[in-house]
T-cell receptor, first 111, second 115 residues
Framework: RKEVEQDPGPFNVPEGATVAFNCTYSNSASQSFFWYRQDCRKEPKLLMSVYSSGNEDGRFTAQLNRASQYISLLIRDSKLSDSATYLCVVNKGTGFQKLVFGTGTRLLVSP | DAGITQSPRHKVTETGTPVTLRCHQTENHRYMYWYRQDPGHGLRLIHYSYGVKDTDKGEVSDGYSVSRSKTEDFLLTLESATSSQTSVYFC??????????????FGDGTRLSIL
């Protein structure tokens, strides 16, 4: 079993739709959590950190459920520019970061 | 964007040749990392550094070595490249003063093909 698992997709949605991705992780001692975005043939870029209380950044909402060991990302009012691969990332280290990356969920937003 | 420069951006070389990839940062961050990204796998950590001359192995370190003689530069060397090392290599940096909450920021990547 992979340490971080994501549905690879692709998720095909029209502009304006709401879409949600889930991610599960296996290490219950994981310390911190992130969503990264990666465009085709580009580097991963931090989208948002995920906090225990849940957090929102504009159209993006991240949730963490430690009991069930899953993380979610909700995107509202999808834009064409949201088309990318979304990486779920878990830090299982303390002090020094030991990031474990999911393989990503691909999102395609169409006109 | 974080000031991270990777060089070269693309390289094609032959099996058995040595290859060195360079990561240069202008952020003065103490922590630096080398990852590889392959289809079907998430990014996997090759080596990391927590300061000048302080490095350690990641999960896929076999066949790779690193050096860090200055805060701003982290070199990844393939002593004798093999076709299985064909991949996209990313360098990343993070600020340890922010602890485990600190995100990592990535360079543009190096596409390496070993023929």
């Amino acid at each position: 079993r992979k340490e971080v698992e994501q549905d690879p997709g692709p998720f095909n949605v029209p502009e304006g739709a709401t879409v949600a991705f889930n991610c599960t992780y296996s290490n219950s001692a994981s310390q911190s959590f992130f969503w990264y975005r990666q465009d085709c043939r580009k580097e991963p870029k931090l989208l948002m950190s995920v906090y225990s209380s849940g957090n929102e950044d504009g159209r993006f909402t991240a949730q963490l459920n430690r009991a069930s060991q899953y993380i979610s990302l909700l995107i509202r009012d999808s834009k064409l520019s949201d088309s990318a691969t979304y990486l779920c990332v878990v830090n299982k280290g303390t002090g020094f970061q030991k990031l474990v990356f999911g393989t990503g969920t691909r999102l395609l937003v169409s006109p | 964007d974080a000031g991270i420069t990777q060089s070269p951006r693309h390289k094609v070389t032959e099996t058995g040749t040595p290859v060195t990839l360079r990561c240069h940062q202008t952020e003065n961050h103490r922590y630096m990392y080398w990852y590889r990204q392959d289809p079907g796998h998430g990014l996997r950590l090759i080596h990391y550094s927590y300061g000048v001359k302080d490095t350690d192995k990641g999960e896929v370190s076999d066949g790779y070595s690193v050096s860090r003689s200055k805060t701003e530069d982290f070199l990844l060397t393939l002593e004798s490249a093999t076709s299985s090392q064909t991949s996209v290599y990313f360098c990343a940096i993070s600020d340890p003063d922010r602890g485990s909450e600190a995100p990592q920021h990535f360079g543009d990547g190096t596409r390496l093909s070993i023929l």
